[in-house]
Nanobody
Framework: QLQLVESGGRLVQAGDSLRLSCAAS?????????MGWFRQAPGKEHEFVAG????????SYADSVKGRFTISRDDAANTLYLQMNSLKPEDTAVYYC?????????????????WGQGTQVTVSS
């Protein structure tokens, strides 16, 4: 069992930057898991934001965040990050990190085995 705990969410202004962290603990380590960040805005479905492959660290992003967000992982520290720059009000959501027991990223919520509890990001205009 892998436990994930997100942190770093808060209220910011449009144009600000924020870094989210996701600390993993429990069975095994980060190695072997592809990791992803999802978000859920009020009244909307979970949306894929970014992912990082275990096998080679290759990253992928939703079009809405490409060029503004950067996902990274520190396997030694068992921590996943999401650097968010040039934040917009439409980025307001609860952000979740997720892990799947596979080397490749999935953009599908159903493709992930472990989830954190989420951290709230609010961007004011």
């Amino acid at each position: 069992q892998l436990q994930l705990v997100e942190s770093g969410g808060r209220l910011v202004q449009a144009g600000d930057s924020l870094r989210l962290s996701c600390a993993a603990s429990g069975r095994g380590t980060f190695s072997g898991y592809a990791m992803g960040w999802f978000r859920q805005a009020p009244g909307k479905e979970h949306e894929f934001v970014a992912g990082i492959r275990w096998i080679d660290g290759r990253t992928s992003y939703a079009d809405s965040v490409k060029g503004r967000f950067t996902i990274s992982r520190d396997d030694a520290a068992n921590t996943l990050y999401l650097q968010m720059n040039s934040l917009k009000p439409e980025d307001t959501a609860v952000y979740y990190c997720a892990a799947r027991s596979a080397p490749l990223v999935s953009t599908d919520v159903q493709g992930y085995d472990y989830w954190g509890q989420g951290t709230q990001v609010t961007v004011s205009s």
